[in-house]
Each structure stands twice: as structure tokens, then as C-alpha cells.
């Protein structure tokens, strides 16, 4: 039997991403946000801060000793537009 294959999206509260493994935003994550948004870069970003913000407080409460960190670059740096 085939089982359907499992979308790249954050495993909360741990921001893993459910399909992967990998720190999430994964680079699949990545490149389907910006298909999904590439009419709307601002909306994006306005989604990922919500999101970034969110996970921030999540990954802090489980690891209080050792906060997260660049949640920035992981989150919003590489979605804002090429100039």
C-alpha cells in the first residue's frame, strides 16, 4: 500500500517539520510558501513574523535554559524580496 506523501509543515511545538525532520521553515516549506505567496511577499512575511513569534515562545517554554536563536534569518530573511 502507498501512503500519501506527508506535507512540509511545522511539527509545533518542537518547529520541525513533519515531513523531513529539518528546522522549520524547511527548504520545501520554503519554496512552496513562496509559490503560494508570490503575488503577496508582504503577506507573507507579515504570516511568517506571526509565525516566527510563535515559535519563539513555544521553543522558549520547552528549552527555557537555551533560548532560540537567528529566528529572524531561519523565519523572514530569506522571504523578503531580491532587490
Given amino acids: 500500500m502507498v501512503r500519501p506523501p506527508v506535507p512540509h509543515v511545522a511539527m509545533r511545538p518542537v518547529w520541525r517539520c513533519r515531513s523531513c525532520g ?10 512552496s510558501l513562496l509559490l503560494e505567496y508570490r503575488d503577496n511577499r508582504t503577506g507573507l512575511l507579515v504570516y511568517l513574523g506571526a509565525l516566527m513569534i510563535e515559535a519563539t515562545n513555544q521553543l522558549t517554554q520547552l528549552h527555557p535554559d537555551h533560548p532560540p536563536t537567528r529566528m529572524t534569518e531561519r523565519f523572514l530573511s530569506w522571504a523578503r524580496a531580491r532587490g
Fill in 22 to 31: 529539518s528546522a522549520w521553515p524547511c527548504q520545501p516549506a520554503k519554496l
